[in-house]
């Protein structure tokens, strides 16, 4: 799949209420409108998440040169009920 970066963006019939706010906020912040549309545009659209880390093999990672080092399993529970709560109205 081949990607496409745009350079420009055109926005075209930008109603005024919009464009005079967009306006404010930019002069508010010190900021052109165009990088005010900018910081706008990175807040909504962050970079994607790095997906989470191991915790384990994070730390088997970090003790590793100490060699035969091994967390030991732990054994889990299995989960509790939720509490049930009656109705005050019964």
């Known amino acids: ?5 745009m350079n420009n ?10 464009k005079k706010r967009l306006e404010q906020r ?3 912040h010190g ?12 807040t909504a659209i962050p ?3 790095t997906p989470p880390k191991n915790l384990t093999a994070a730390i088997e ?4 040169h100490l060699e035969d080092f091994e967390l030991p399993k732990i054994k889990r529970e299995p989960m509790r009920n ?9």
Do not use: C, G, W
């Open 82 to 90: 939720l509490p049930q709560f009656e109705d005050e109205e019964s």
């Open 61 to 64: 990672q970090r003790f590793a």
């Open 47 to 49: 970079p994607s998440p």
């Open 9 to 18: 963006i055109t926005l075209k019939n930008l109603d005024e209420p919009l």
């Open 31 to 42: 900021h052109t409108v165009e990088e005010e549309i900018k910081l706008i545009l990175q």
């Open 26 to 28: 930019a002069i508010a």
């Open 1 to 5: 799949m081949k990607a496409y970066i």
